[in-house]
T-cell receptor, first 111, second 115 residues
Framework: QQQVKQSPQSLIVQKGGISIINCAYE??????FPWYQQFPGKGPALLIA?????SEKKEGRFTISFNKSAKQFSLHIMDSQPGDSATYFC??????????FGTGTRLTVIP | EPEVTQTPSHQVTQMGQEVILRCVPI?????FYWYRQILGQKVEFLVS????????KSEIFDDQFSVERPDGSNFTLKIRSTKLEDSAMYFC?????????????FGPGTRLTVL
């Protein structure tokens, strides 16, 4: 019930391309859906987050699309850059703010 | 910019030994968390802590684990008798609020290796 499923496990994108990472959840009590970016040797850092009352949120090159009925959400990285190469985790939480993470996607952006 | 710090960065211990992982949360934050990440796997919630009490804990957080805020700045995770499967990266995080949507700031982690 607390599981968050994430795909793909790894992703290789050309510089300038669009990176898309998908997540799905089961627990309808989740009401906060953040994406975290993690570089090697560092802790996860919040990238962008969305609540289920909106279907899309955009911050710069990063967009979250949210489909409440399907219980799915995705991260789109437009104009992907080599500096975006990192591991991306989707997560979800309910009132208690404990984060349940997806399994992560290792993104490699090729120059 | 304020940040969460963790010490040590790497801890090597023998199976059965006790370890204490230390964290200094961001100073005005009131809620503290421990997560772990086994190599190559997802980040997993262990415990949340507020007002000197555990707020929530996961199934992973069994009697071998304990948390403490011994003074006004440190937040510690103790593993009483380490097992091989405790080898992981342990992340401390803190937030201003416990409400969903209150951003959690993560430290750089402590890599625990149990031999």
């Amino acid at each position: 019930q607390q599981q968050v499923k994430q795909s793909p496990q790894s992703l290789i994108v050309q510089k300038g391309g669009i990176s898309i990472i998908n997540c799905a959840y089961e627990n309808t009590a989740f009401d906060y859906f953040p994406w975290y970016q993690q570089f090697p040797g560092k802790g996860p850092a919040l990238l962008i987050a969305i609540r289920p009352d909106v279907s899309e949120k955009k911050e710069g090159r990063f967009t979250i699309s949210f489909n409440k009925s399907a219980k799915q959400f995705s991260l789109h990285i437009m104009d992907s850059q080599p500096g975006d190469s990192a591991t991306y985790f989707c997560a979800a939480s309910s009132w208690a703010n404990n984060l349940f993470f997806g399994t992560g996607t290792r993104l490699t952006v090729i120059p | 910019e304020p940040e969460v710090t963790q010490t040590p960065s790497h801890q090597v211990t023998q199976m059965g030994q006790e370890v204490i992982l230390r964290c200094v949360p961001i100073s005005n934050h009131l809620y503290f968390y421990w997560y772990r990440q086994i190599l190559g796997q997802k980040v997993e919630f262990l415990v949340s802590f507020y007002n000197n009490e555990i707020s929530e804990k996961s199934e992973i957080f069994d009697d071998q684990f304990s948390v403490e805020r011994p003074d006004g700045s440190n937040f510690t995770l103790k593993i009483r008798s380490t097992k091989l499967e405790d080898s992981a990266m342990y992340f401390c995080a803190s937030s201003v609020s416990l409400l969903a949507g209150s951003e959690q700031f993560f430290g750089p982690g402590t890599r625990l290796t149990v031999l």
